[in-house]
């Protein structure tokens, strides 16, 4: 009995002190969303750039992780249909934030991004 009990003490600490695997872990960096067009991803950075074009045709709201335009390596589209939907504007909101997006991967003028239609698609780290 002595035994079975230090046995199941080792595998309970065993237990405890494991990693709990966190959905963040299956995340991929802007700077590698180019391997992965046409698959749907969660792609995580921070906003370093954030324009709401209202001039352009759709009314775009463009989200730049990891650097800013001209130069950034992914991109975040809200079109202005789906602008409503979101409490905050994004381009203010989430400017200088951590984020996690997930959608289909696609590219425009080479660059990878991902269209957002639902405010559930994008997540901060602090949520």
């Known amino acids: ?3 079975f009990i230090i046995i199941l003490a080792l595998f309970l600490t065993l237990f405890i002190l494991l990693p ?5 872990e299956n995340y991929i960096t802007p700077e590698e969303a180019y391997k992965y067009i046409g698959e ?3 792609v995580c950075g921070t906003v370093a750039s954030a324009t709401y074009a209202v001039r352009s045709r759709g009314k775009p709201t463009f989200l730049n992780l990891n650097k800013p335009y001209p130069n950034h390596v992914f991109t975040i589209v ?7 939907k979101f409490k905050n ?6 400017k200088g ?20 239609s ?9 949520d």
Do not use: N
């Open 118 to 126: 639902e405010p559930s698609q994008i997540t901060t780290k602090s």
């Open 40 to 42: 749907t991803k969660t």
């Open 89 to 94: 504007p994004p381009e203010v909101f989430f």
């Open 97 to 116: 934030k951590e984020v996690c997006v997930t959608g289909l991967i696609t590219t425009y003028r080479g660059k990878p991004q991902i269209e957002v």
């Open 78 to 84: 809200i079109w202005g249909s789906d602008r409503g």
């Open 1 to 3: 009995m002595k035994r």
């Open 20 to 24: 709990i695997p966190h959905a963040e």
